[in-house]
């Protein structure tokens, strides 16, 4: 098994550590949880590169590094909802995306093409993951507004270049 990975593994071992932290709720476990994030973000980024740069990639990795990815910041959303800090239609909103574009990627796979990420989609990815991080800690009722506004704004939009860049896919 290769370095990028192992740390995709971490990321998803992160998660069930994570939500532990998350519903103990004490001051002390919050700010671990945010350490236990942030490290669980940084091996997105840290994986990617690995694969990339060191010859590492894998058809592992193709599919199980955007799932981490997933997992972690849907984990993390669901509990915003159950604690009433996230509205759950936002979360709804972000799996309605990820089904539909997953769904996209596998009639153009049928149709012998591959749908590669877009920008747009890592950016999604990155003001989650950040939005997510400051919500964790802060449970300032404009930081959690302002942090949904980011996900939606940005959801929409990646979802959205999907679908045109690839229209021709469900012609």
Do not use: H
Request: net charge positive.
């Amino acid at each position: 098994m290769t370095l990028a990975n192992k740390l995709t593994l971490i990321r998803i071992g992160a998660v069930p550590v994570l939500l532990v932290l998350l519903y103990l709720g004490k001051p002390w476990a919050l700010w671990v949880a945010v350490a236990v994030y942030v490290v669980a973000c940084v091996t997105d980024t840290l994986d990617g590169y690995i694969a990339r740069n060191y010859d590492q990639i894998t058809n592992f990795g193709k599919f199980m590094d955007p799932l981490a990815d997933k997992i972690l910041v849907i984990a993390v959303m669901c509990v915003f909802v159950e604690r009433g800090q996230m509205a759950g239609w936002v979360l709804a909103l972000v799996l309605l995306r990820e089904f539909a574009v997953s769904g996209l990627r596998l009639v153009a796979v049928e149709r012998g093409r591959v749908i590669a990420a877009a920008w747009s989609g890592k950016l999604k990815t990155a003001v989650t993951m950040v939005c997510l991080g400051f919500m964790i800690p802060f449970r300032w009722p404009w930081l959690s507004v302002v942090s949904q506004a980011l996900i939606v704004l940005t959801t929409l939009i990646s979802g959205a270049e999907y679908f045109w860049k690839n229209r021709d896919v469900l012609k």
